[in-house]
Nanobody, 125 residues
Framework: QVQLVESGGGSVQAGGSLRLSCAAS????????IAWFRQGPGKEREGVAV???????AYADSVKGRFTISKDNANRTLSLQMTSLKPEDTAMYYC???????????????????WGQGTQVNVSS
């Protein structure tokens, strides 16, 4: 079992930045895809960014060039640096992990079996 705990959410004006963190209860960086998802008001949960065991990353088109996912294996921490925030980025952000033998990762919701409780991000115009 893996516990994931997010932190770093808050309120910011459009154009601002926030950094989200996700702490894992144990080493999940080998053989895992770890990702950030978000769910805005009245919307379905969607993938934002993912990083694989080798450090390769992928992003949703809506955040490319603005968000950066990274991981710190020594500290068992996943991060999401968010810049140039827009009101449409307002959402609950979730950290998630998928244990997989695949060498590539995808932002498919149903593949992820470990989830954090979420951290709220509010972006005002």
């Amino acid at each position: 079992q893996v516990q994931l705990v997010e932190s770093g959410g808050g309120s910011v004006q459009a154009g601002g930045s926030l950094r989200l963190s996700c702490a894992a209860s144990r080493d999940i960086y080998s053989g895992y895809c770890i990702a950030w998802f978000r769910q805005g008001p009245g919307k379905e949960r969607e993938g934002v960014a993912v990083i694989d065991s080798d450090g390769d990353t992928a992003y949703a088109d809506s955040v490319k060039g603005r968000f950066t996912i990274s991981k710190d294996n020594a500290n068992r921490t996943l991060s999401l640096q968010m810049t140039s925030l827009k009101p449409e980025d307002t959402a609950m952000y979730y950290c998630a992990a998928e244990q997989t033998p695949r060498r590539y990762c995808v932002l498919t919701l149903d593949l992820y079996n470990y989830w954090g409780q979420g951290t709220q991000v509010n972006v005002s115009s």
